[in-house]
């Protein structure tokens, strides 16, 4: 039987304090920051579905809650960066504009895309791209939860389809962009 061993366990501990460490000074890996991205955004979906089966009158309110808890949770997850540089803000001005003009989401990242790998290309590669991934959860969460509207019937798939100015169309994704700000705020580097 081994005994408790004072040098063995500050060992162990010592392993621990280098690996956390390790993983502060080189950052996450792409799995693991996926893994905590998934753990706690697909969970917000799961309810958020159940909510707009439950009450689909609602569903605009529920999305945006969620769509901002999302938001919150992506700079501390370590999947996007704290959004504090002008390149930041500029992308997210430059897709809320885009939003806001297009009134439909998929079409909006479409044109984002194409101006971003425009920029990248006259760039050289030389500037990257903080709000593509943030963009691409968006997408990809309002367009399963719009799917989610349609079969509940509170949205119907023409007006999903339209290309024009709606304010509430936008709320989603201003919740979300003040949901990186905030969460911006709470994650300690």
């Not at 799995?31 to 309810?47: P, S």
């Not at 009450?55 to 949770?73: D, K, Q, Y």
């Not at 425009?118 to 050289?124: K, M």
Request: aromatic share 16%; net charge negative; hydrophobic share 55%.
């Amino acid at each position: 039987m081994m005994q408790n061993n004072p040098l063995y366990e500050a060992a162990e501990e010592a392993k621990k304090s280098v690996k956390f460490l390790y993983e502060v000074n080189t950052g996450y890996t792409l799995t693991a920051k996926l893994e905590r991205f998934f753990g706690v955004g697909l969970l917000l979906a799961l309810l958020n579905l159940i909510f707009i089966a439950w009450r689909p009158e609602w569903a605009l309110w529920s999305n945006t809650a969620t769509l901002f808890f999302v938001g919150v949770w992506l700079p501390n997850s370590y999947l996007i960066d704290r959004l504090e540089d002008l390149a930041g803000y500029r992308d997210l001005l430059i897709l809320a504009i885009l939003h806001g003009v297009l009134g439909n989401p998929v079409a909006a990242f479409a044109v984002y895309g194409l101006l971003a790998l425009l920029f990248w290309a006259i760039a050289r590669g030389e500037q990257s791209n903080p709000a593509a991934i943030f963009a691409l959860v968006y997408v990809g969460l309002r367009s399963l939860f719009d799917a989610a509207c349609i079969m509940a019937g509170a949205l119907d798939i023409a007006d999903w389809l339209r290309f024009q100015f709606d304010f509430l169309t936008l709320l989603p994704f201003l919740a979300m962009s003040f949901g990186w700000f905030v969460g911006s705020l709470f994650r300690n580097d």
